[in-house]
């Protein structure tokens, strides 16, 4: 099964919202964390990352802390603007056995805002 | 610095023939990851390249096969295509490989298997 699991939407919020954007991963071997977004009409592109546990991740207002107590990455912004509406994807990075890794993602959650 | 191209953007293919799809990273970039994205699986890792050389798979059977270029140009092969292959194939490139560098993704190549 998946071992990412992100929370579904859609998301519907008006302007200046607090977004929060759940995501939890199963408990071993992730050495990185990341949040992905991709607005319409654009192709992916990293929004932000962490490397190590109690690490924070932040961009254009986003929050995410890499929290290994509780295998989570939670997707935080104090106040969502009409242009954050897009796709978002959690995606862990996986140790998959030996020196393999691989980059997981979750199904990904559309937020829209309106005005 | 242009970004990762894919061509070519839309195929339709039907079943039992095979397709080769093919990425240019940013240039510099020496990793070329590939992910398949389907509505029901969502983002699938496939396999990564770096330096030539298969670096990292994901869980697809062996009519998923790629390579990569000394240019770092890389390509990826499905044969004996099947209904359940359809879907948007990115490519994403990093200067080093994925356990260490952030990775930027082309727009896409949309293949549908008739």
């Known amino acids: 099964g998946n071992s990412v699991t992100q929370m579904e939407g859609p998301v519907t919020l008006s302007e200046e919202a607090f977004l929060t954007i759940n995501c939890t991963y199963t408990?071993?071997?992730?050495?990185?964390l990341f949040w992905y977004v991709q607005y319409p009409g654009e192709g992916l592109q990293l929004l932000l990352k962490a490397t190590k546990a109690d690490d924070k991740g932040s961009n254009k207002g986003f929050e995410a802390t890499y929290r290994k107590e509780t295998t989570s990455f939670h997707l935080e912004k104090g106040s969502v603007q009409v242009s954050d509406s897009a796709v978002y994807f959690c995606a862990p990075l996986k140790n998959s056995g030996g020196s393999n890794y691989k980059l997981t993602f979750g199904k990904g959650t559309l937020l829209t805002v309106n005005p | 610095k242009a970004g990762v191209t894919q061509t070519p953007r839309y195929l339709i293919k039907t079943r039992g023939q095979q397709v080769t799809l093919s990425c240019s990273p940013i240039s510099g970039h020496r990793s070329v990851s590939w992910y398949q994205q389907t509505p029901g699986q969502g983002l699938q890792f496939l396999f990564e390249?770096?330096?030539?050389?298969?670096?990292n798979k994901g869980n697809f059977p062996g009519r998923f096969s790629g390579r990569q270029f000394s240019n770092s140009r890389s390509e990826m092969n499905v044969s004996t295509l099947e209904l359940g292959d359809s879907a948007l194939y990115l490519c994403?490139?990093?200067?080093?490989?994925?356990?260490?560098?952030?990775?930027?993704f082309g727009p896409g190549t949309r293949l549908t298997v008739l």
């Open positions: 408990a071993t071997g992730y050495p990185s």
């Open positions: 390249y770096f330096s030539e050389t298969q670096r």
């Open positions: 994403a490139s990093s200067f080093g490989t994925l356990l260490t560098d952030t990775q930027y």
